[in-house]
């Protein structure tokens, strides 16, 4: 599987964003995509993940209420809508799609088996 990110860019704080991860040559038995994100000097956190089938989420407790994750299977793509947005959620922002065959949603980097290039969220005060 290919992703491809987008959406990002330069807000203020307070603002919005929504990005998008589409999935080319998605596996039938691929069942969730994570977000994560990595600003300068740290590690690669967890943000959200959803489930394709189900819908289910998952939130980091930073960013439960602001961000919400959504899928649209009929075009393969995957929705990160980002509001209220602070300076500390600056950061590259990755998609990733889970190993095959792995149900439910993941917190753990090591269950995500394909990654995007990322795109840069930069959030002024």
């Known amino acids: 599987v290919h992703l491809a990110e987008s959406g990002g860019g330069l807000v203020q704080a307070g603002g919005s964003l929504r990005l998008s991860c589409t999935a080319e040559?998605?596996?039938?038995?691929?069942?969730?995509i994570g977000w994560f994100r990595q600003a300068p000097g740290m590690e690669r956190e967890f943000v959200a993940a959803?489930?394709?089938?189900?819908?289910?989420?998952t939130y980091h407790d930073s960013v439960k209420g602001r961000f919400t994750a959504q899928s649209d299977n009929s075009k393969n793509t995957v929705y990160l809508q980002m509001n209220s947005l602070k300076p500390e959620d600056t950061a590259i922002y990755y998609c990733?799609?889970?190993?095959?065959?792995?149900?439910?949603?993941?917190?753990?980097?090591?269950?995500?088996?394909?990654w995007g290039q990322g795109t840069q969220v930069t959030v002024s005060s």
């Open positions: 959803i489930n394709w089938v189900s819908g289910t989420t």
């Open positions: 990733a799609s889970a190993q095959r065959r792995l149900l439910g949603v993941w917190t753990d980097r090591s269950k995500y088996a394909s």
């Open positions: 040559g998605r596996e039938s038995d691929s069942y969730s």
